[in-house]
């Protein structure tokens, strides 16, 4: 079955950029699309069809898809982007990531 | 404003049964592909089942099929997951997910929390 592997955390400074990878066999013949978690809440579409954004989501937030990795991309990153994001693809079936949780220190 | 309400999910012993309810608002539900992501306790979000906007087209994870049972109704805009044979590793958040594409979900609902133990 399909898999897609991701760091368990990422480290960022506020106002830095913090990048979030994703792999997967062939990954870039597919669609990527990225999902952000806060505690106590439901998932969020924040990426999808590699690097689109939904209406709502801030333009700090872009995605990429190339080779075996995308990679979602936060520029100037603030206190409340502190979540755990997870990539997601269509195979035969649909594949989430791991996740990934992002600290803001 | 597009909402999705799961019902359903409760304490059940193993090898018990439940069926859980979606209920959409918002948006036109019978243009939209329709799926099940559960997250168990701490960890992290697992695909469940998929079907089409029109119903003829459905897919399982394998650690659910031929136990659960994913179904909708587009004239009462709700979805449905039957879950027979539960076992302890089904305890989850239950959540009710919608995607104008198979390739991604746009909405989520709030989940419900499905309990298997003795």
């Known amino acids: 079955s399909y898999e897609l592997t991701q760091p368990p955390s990422v480290s960022v400074s506020p106002g830095q950029t913090a990048s979030i990878t994703c792999s997967g066999d062939r990954l870039g013949n597919k669609y990527a699309s990225w999902y952000q978690q806060r505690p106590g809440q439901s998932p969020v579409l924040v990426i999808y069809?590699?690097?689109r954004r939904p209406s709502g989501i801030p333009e700090r937030f872009s995605g990429s898809n190339s080779g075996n990795t995308a990679t979602l991309t936060i520029s100037g990153t603030q206190a409340l982007d502190e979540a755990d994001y997870y990539c997601q693809a269509w195979d035969t079936s649909m594949v989430f990531g791991g996740g990934t949780k992002l600290a803001v220190l | 404003e597009v909402q999705l309400v799961e019902s359903g999910g409760d304490l059940v012993q193993p090898g018990g049964s439940l069926r859980l309810s979606c209920a959409a608002s918002?948006?036109?539900?019978?243009?939209?592909?329709m799926n099940w992501v559960r997250q168990a306790p701490g960890k992290g979000l697992e695909w469940v089942s998929h079907?089409?906007?029109?119903?003829?087209?459905?897919y399982y994870a394998d650690p659910v099929r031929g136990r659960f049972t994913i179904s909708r109704d587009n004239a009462k805009n709700s979805l449905y997951l039957q879950m027979n044979s539960l076992r302890g590793e089904d305890t989850a958040v239950y959540y009710c997910?919608?995607?104008?594409?198979?390739?991604?979900?746009?909405?989520w609902g709030r989940g419900t929390l499905v309990t298997v133990s003795s």
């Open positions: 997910a919608s995607g104008y594409s198979s390739s991604w979900v746009d909405y």
């Open positions: 069809q590699d690097y």
């Open positions: 918002g948006f036109t539900f019978r243009n939209y592909e």
């Open positions: 079907i089409n906007t029109g119903g003829s087209t459905i």
